[in-house]
């Protein structure tokens, strides 16, 4: 087998990232680009979509098993999209890292990232110890067995929930920042965390304050997901770090997914936000 060979190319080379909401709902796509824009890099293009799923399905989150279920074949069927539209990177905006494997698998040259491998990845150069602040309880089975999957569960100190459903975090925003404020302040006494993740990427617009008034480092799960898809993109393009596609990161065959035609339909995008490059 050759080398593979590849000229580096300047970190200003134009990028191409798809983001999905993966919920069939437009409510975050604007404000979700909006945070996005402040912390891109120029040379950066994102896509921020939700999901088209006819009525009378109606997402708002993800939190329960049966909902989420809705959504991992439209999430799958994205990334094969990203392949053929020249993505160079794909982010799964929900911290259950939905349909991850599955995405990347029929993903192309397009990286693909999810919030809480990303968050995790950011908090092990950080921290030894971590903790997660949840909405509920309900949230913590299924995201420790994301973390011990990911094997970083050595490291985690505790889940501390907040009391909050995913569609109720950005209701009351002064109570969301309350109820983190105290689970973060219990983690950090109690459970003797050294950072904290904040476990859903819904959870935006509280990580600075509390940065600051706890003097611990506080990851934000939007922008961990959004940056780490960024930083994988820029490497992509700069050193050839593409997906492999040998022994488990194969794909069907052009001809064997053809013939399937699971694929044939429209990629299942509804409402979009382009924030362009500078």
């Known amino acids: 087998m050759s080398a593979i060979s ?24 604007q404000p979700i680009a909006d945070l996005i824009e402040r912390v891109k890099l120029p040379n950066t293009e994102v896509h921020v979509v939700s999901l088209d799923i006819p009525e009378p399905v109606k997402l708002t989150n ?11 074949f ?3 069927a994205i990334a094969n999209y990203a392949a053929e539209n020249g993505y160079d990177g794909y982010a799964i905006g929900c911290f259950y890292d939905t349909a991850l494997d599955e995405a990347r698998e029929v993903s192309g040259d ?12 950011i908090v092990s150069n950080l ?30 100190a505790s889940f501390r929930t907040i009391g909050l459903h995913v569609d109720e975090f ?19 006494e109690i459970d003797k965390a050294e950072a904290i993740i904040l476990g859903c990427t819904i959870e935006f617009g509280f990580y600075a304050q509390l940065q600051k008034e706890f003097n611990v480092p506080i990851v934000d799960a939007l922008y ?3 940056k780490g898809t960024e930083n994988a993109a820029l490497n992509k393009v700069q050193f050839g770090w593409k997906p492999s596609r040998l022994y488990s990161m194969a794909p069907p065959e052009a001809a064997r997914l053809k013939e399937s035609g699971i694929f044939a339909a429209p990629a299942p995008i509804a409402n979009t936000v382009i924030v362009p490059r500078a």
């Open 170 to 188: 950005q209701q009351d925003k002064q109570c969301t920042e309350d109820a983190i404020r105290k689970a973060v302040r219990d983690a950090i």
């Open 127 to 156: 921290c030894n110890r971590f903790s997660v602040v949840i909405g509920v309880q309900k949230w913590k089975v299924q995201m420790e067995d994301r973390i011990r999957h990911y094997g970083y569960h050595d490291r985690l």
């Open 224 to 226: 961990a997901c959004f």
């Open 6 to 29: 590849h000229t580096e190319q300047p970190a200003t080379t134009p990028l191409k990232i798809l983001w999905v909401n993966p919920i069939n709902q437009s409510g975050y796509d």
């Open 62 to 72: 993800l939190e329960w098993r049966g909902f989420e279920s809705k959504i991992w």
């Open 110 to 121: 397009a990286v693909v990232c999810a919030p809480c491998q990303s968050a995790l990845q």
């Open 74 to 76: 439209p999430v799958t």
